[in-house]
């Protein structure tokens, strides 16, 4: 995916998607993995574990129950995982979901780093 089509698409002007684009405007680092279609039920298993863990660590994730409200509402069967690494500049992962034609973002968490 090339990087002006991904900021495209993290549209909104909630303060993480913001966040999202001024990190990859500043070069952050991006992947999404077009082979890496995940059952829908699967992201979101794995984002309330992610959630629970950076609770107990306490560094809860940016927009998470946002994000699986969004992966519950989702009619698709699958999404692709994408991830923008803005943690030398501001010390934030962003985590990714978007739908199998890579024309929407279904949603966005945000992972901040070690305090």
Known sequence: MERQKLVRLVDGDDDLRVAVRAALAAGAPFDVWDD???PVSAAITLLQRRQAGAERRGRP???AAEGLEALRLYPGDTVLVGR???RQRSG???HLHLDPETEAIVCC???PGAR
Do not use: A, E
């Open 36 to 38: 890496s279609r995940v």
């Open 61 to 63: 994730l940016l927009q």
């Open 84 to 86: 923008v690494d803005d």
């Open 92 to 94: 934030m992962q962003f």
């Open 109 to 111: 968490v945000g992972v």
